[in-house]
């Protein structure tokens, strides 16, 4: 059984840039979280998806935003990059709230 | 105060330890609780899901919970090098959130 996928494994952006990362679940996973990981802040959430609908937001600027396509598949994007958006950004997906959580590998962002 | 505090070590044990790794927290709402490792630049792998008060064996993995005190650990037995590792705790109550540590490196010596 396949994993989460997250595409792509590794982004340059230089400031004031947008992005887009992607994520597919483990199949018959409907929910869909992202997490930010950063050495100062560790592991912090962005907000997640299930059916399509925003359930959680965390305490993240609007420039941070998601969604969720009908197969599951979700995509966060990152507006305005600033240096301080350098992280690993990972997603997990789960059967639904309070179950059993897996994790993609990440994306590392890096912005100049 | 977070509310979820874990000491970040790093902890350094010998090959065959019994390596015991702690958190606390504060939200009374928790009520599931996991624990996962970490390699470096890699993702977090899921080694242990418990929901309430209670131990959980897994291997050489167990997990407990103390919902009266706040408190969750994880034990590894017969530790090995590949073992070295991040562990994070995480905890979430009824919606989907999880709310991390800060994580502990762990180092199996040889």
């Known amino acids: 059984k396949a994993g989460v996928t997250q595409t792509p494994r590794y982004l340059i952006k230089t400031r004031g840039q947008q992005v887009t990362l992607s994520c597919s679940p483990i199949?018959?996973?409907?929910?869909v979280s992202w997490y930010q990981q950063t050495p100062g802040q560790g592991l912090q959430f962005l907000f997640e998806?299930?059916?399509?609908?925003?359930?959680n937001k965390g305490n993240f600027p609007g420039r941070f935003s998601g969604r969720q396509f009908s197969n599951s598949r979700s995509e966060m994007n990152v507006s305005t990059l600033e240096l301080g958006d350098s992280a690993l950004y990972l997603c997990?997906?789960?059967?639904?709230?309070?179950?059993?959580?897996?994790f993609g590998q990440g994306t590392r962002l890096t912005v100049v | 105060q977070k509310e979820v505090e874990q000491d970040p070590g790093p902890l350094s044990v010998p090959e065959g330890a019994i390596v015991s790794l702690n958190c606390t927290y504060s939200n009374s709402a928790f009520q599931y609780f996991m624990w996962y490792r970490q390699y470096s630049r890699k993702g977090p792998e899921l080694l242990m899901y418990?929901?309430?008060?209670g131990n959980k064996e897994d291997g050489r993995f167990t997990a407990q919970v103390d919902k009266s005190s706040k408190y969750i650990s994880l034990f590894i037995r017969d530790s090995q090098p590949s073992d070295s590792a991040t562990y994070l705790c995480a905890s979430t109550g009824t919606a989907s959130k999880l709310t991390f540590g800060t994580g502990t490196r762990l180092q199996v010596t040889l």
């Open positions: 199949s018959g996973h409907r929910s």
């Open positions: 997990a997906s789960s059967l639904g709230q309070g179950l059993e959580a897996f």
């Open positions: 998806y299930f059916s399509e609908t925003q359930r």
């Open positions: 418990t929901y309430s008060s």
